[in-house]
Structure formats: structure tokens, C-alpha cells
């Protein structure tokens, strides 16, 4: 068993290696007063999925430029559909 070391407040740490030391001995258990709690929201995750018929050409060359992009090609369709609406006058 690691014997921990009592510490009142969380120390200002010089290094990111020496404050990685200090979680690993440590736990945010051990500091209640250092933390408070706070209110998170989440986003709504993408309701409505559309189903679109493609050539499978078109989806390998969708693969072929998302792979050289380093997003999945249905990512790089979204992202291409969204910058045609936003440009398409109304």
C-alpha cells in the first residue's frame, strides 16, 4: 500500500510530468474543498440520418479524398453538404 502524503491544497506544479507524479499518489477525493460542482450541458446528438443513393465510385472516391483528408468519407460528405447550403441563396 503507497503511503500518501497529507496535502491541504493542491500544489502549482513546474512540470506536467511532476503534477503526473502527483495524480498518480493522489486523488481528487483527497482535495473536496478544491473542487466545486458545475452544471454541464450536452448537445443533442444528430436526430435525422438521410439516406442518400450513391454509386460506389463515388463512395470510393469519397474514401479516397476523406483518407488524404483524415475524416471518414461520410464526415467529408456532411461537411460538403453544409458548405453547399450555406452558399445557396435562399
Request: hydrophobic share 35%.
Amino acid at each position: 500500500m503507497v503511503k500518501r502524503k497529507v496535502v491541504k491544497r493542491i500544489p502549482k506544479f513546474q512540470t506536467y510530468e511532476k503534477e503526473a507524479h502527483f495524480w498518480d499518489t493522489h486523488s481528487p477525493e483527497d482535495f473536496p474543498e478544491e473542487f466545486k460542482e458545475v452544471k454541464v450541458k450536452f448537445r443533442r446528438p444528430l436526430r435525422i440520418r438521410l439516406a442518400v443513393p450513391l454509386e460506389q465510385s463515388t463512395v470510393r472516391e469519397l474514401e479516397k479524398i476523406g483518407k488524404a483528408r483524415g475524416v471518414e468519407p461520410t464526415a467529408l460528405a456532411r461537411q460538403w453538404i453544409l458548405e453547399r447550403l450555406a452558399t445557396t441563396q435562399r
